[in-house]
């Protein structure tokens, strides 16, 4: 431990910098870090631990080739990462029309009575204190944001499938998160009096 | 779709858009307009952060998924040894880590953030300072405990952190100075007694502590300089440790 170029000792930031020269050391300690984590939101998302293991090896090659694309001012590692992974998976589940025809059936089906998208959500281990501040919104909040990101629906494709106008889901969305935002912070970092 | 919509327009977007939930018209626009505007860029950068936080997991990578993508790199790949530095915490303590840190983390950034708009000089002492890189792998560390101390109104938030070998990190950088003859204090709260874990000083910035004994939580107080060996102050900013 405390050698200088000992990359377990660095911060995800000079991590991230020491990956720009090309150090795959570097690299194998950000997959220690955060390899679990990518592979379990790809898996969540596209069921099929193959296609999974697929996302997870172009989310690290791809900060392999582009390691300038990460800003640490703007957030963490993880955040980055994960945030990756999810647009690559919803490319490929929207390029997937089979798989999502049958999903939406199953979804219309649930949309008309009490919501069970819960139960295809939760299947996957999903963080506790996330979950609890995701039950914390109000009901149609919770569905928009749940569809969309668990569901990689458009928020068009969620207002059909919630027969809510556009306008509506946009805004369910965009509110939820800041209330999200608010429980998270208040919950995440321990209790404060 | 309307070419050119307007900031209000493409503000209403900026929550689906950060879940994936726009066409890839309607994201190009998005995009071009977060160059340019400052106010949907900040809000963007809060949604993804609850965005990250829903995606985020404790899943183990499968087997052998490193190799394949060491492989897939240039030169020979490196030696990973895969198995954790620290003892391995049960797995909703992990999650529950690992979602606190996002949030945490975008805390920092702001630190960083109001740092380098007083002096480049305090960026670069920061960033260099060997104290600074061992509280930012602490950070990293998902065997961590994080937590804010906070005022009862909120107007004081330090964040800490404290790693499985009882080093802990107090980011202290927004405390407002005290006047002369006064010092902050930092206490640590067991079930049973509350001990002085240091004296910081009038203006304390990064400040590394030992938490000598199982703690709770932590309290914050202005004392009289050199100290207290008991507080009867009132807790500035109190902070309860995840277990
Ligand atoms: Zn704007």
Known sequence: MGRRDDVTELGDAALVVAIGRYRQDALAE???????AVFGLARRLLGDPHRAEEVT????????DRPDRYDAERGSLRSFLLVTCHGRAVDLLR?????????DRTAQQAAGEPYDLEREVWDMALADSVRDALGELPEPERRAIELAYYGGRTYREVAELLDAPEGTVKSRIRSGLRRMRAVLAESGIGEAR | M?????????SELLGAWALDAVEDAERAEIEAHLATCARCRAEAEEHLAVAAALGNTAAQPPAGLWERIAASLDDTPPPLAL???HRRLPRRLVVGLAAAAVVLFAGLGYLLVDQQRQIDRLQAALLDDALARAASVALADPDSRRAVLRSE???????????ATGTGYLLADRLPPLPEGRTYQLWGVSADTVVSLGVLGPEPRLVAFRATIAIDALALTDEAAPGVAVSEQ???AVAELPV
């Open chain 2, 2 to 10: 309307s070419a050119g919509r307007d900031h209000r327009e493409l």
């Open chain 2, 153 to 163: 109104d909120g107007t004081v938030q330090v964040p800490v952190v404290i790693d």
């Open chain 1, 95 to 103: 390029a997937d029309g089979s798989r999502r025809e049958r999903e």
């Open chain 2, 83 to 85: 198995e954790p530095r």
């Open chain 1, 57 to 64: 090896q172009e989310v690290f090659l791809r900060l392999w």
């Open chain 1, 30 to 36: 950000a997959y220690r870090r955060h390899g679990g």
């Open chain 2, 234 to 236: 009132p807790p500035l």
